[in-house]
């Protein structure tokens, strides 16, 4: 691995990204909004807008970072542009890594938006720091950022990217405690959600969302988090290929 081309790769993606408006839009504006309507669809229950908007604040950045960055990785694979990279004296990892840290750095920015607009715009309640809140919505975007990179490589189209997310993403929204207590499930539904991460990213926003300092529940979902986000990471270079077949 060199820093040096790690750079430049990330360099290199953020000025592609640059112009394309619509998709800062879709990254940036996409979780806002999303959140701003949710908070009128419980206009009546302010309650169970900061229960819930507290979790979503954590899967909205995840969904919209999956989905942009695996269509822009294969973008760069069906063009022959990661055919021509990987040519050249740059490492699989230089660029899996170079990726991560252009959407890495979008992804500051959008957990950034979505969290100040929901604490001081929508008034969401919380007992603990806004900036715990802040670091697992970045987790999840993160985590969303390596899935995108993972799946790609097993896409030969934009639709295929987009039949992944029922396969790997909705399950986790079903599963992750949102809609019903993990440990009220069927054991086997159970058993599956607590080796899910987005399951570990709605236990710590519920841990912001109650307790006023860093618990060690939240500390180990947080970690939990972060290493599979580094897991799928290292599972993407890993199988990173140079086009689709």
Not at 13 to 42: E, K, M, N
Not at 65 to 82: D, N, P
Request: glycine share 6%.
């Amino acid at each position: 691995m060199n820093a040096a081309r790690t750079l430049a790769t990330a360099r290199r993606v953020l000025r592609q990204l640059a112009h394309d408006p619509r998709t800062i839009a879709l990254l940036l504006l996409v979780p806002v909004l999303l959140l701003v309507l949710l908070y009128y669809v419980f206009d009546a229950d302010r309650r169970a807008f900061d229960s819930i908007g507290a979790s979503l604040l954590g899967i909205f950045p995840l969904v919209t970072m999956f989905l942009v960055t695996s269509i822009a990785t294969l973008r760069e694979r069906t063009s022959g542009t990661l055919e021509r990279l990987l040519s050249m004296p740059l490492g699989k990892a230089d660029l899996i890594l170079g990726y991560a840290l252009a959407f890495g750095a979008l992804a500051v920015v959008q957990a950034s938006l979505a969290t100040g607009v929901a604490l001081w715009f929508l008034d969401l309640n919380i007992v603990g720091s806004p900036w715990l809140l802040l670091l697992i919505a970045l987790l999840d975007a993160l985590l969303g950022t390596a899935l995108g990179l993972f799946v790609s490589a097993f896409a030969a189209s934009e639709f295929q990217v987009v039949q992944f997310m029922p396969a790997i993403v909705f399950p986790q929204i079903l599963l992750c405690g949102l809609f019903a207590p993990r440990d009220s499930m069927q054991p086997a539904l159970e058993a599956i959600s607590n080796v899910l991460p987005m399951s570990y990213a709605v236990d710590g926003m519920t841990e912001v969302l109650r307790n006023s300092d860093a618990t060690g529940d939240f500390v180990r979902d947080a970690a939990i988090v972060a290493g599979s986000a580094l897991l799928v990471l290292s599972l993407g270079a890993a199988t990173l290929r140079r086009r689709t077949a």
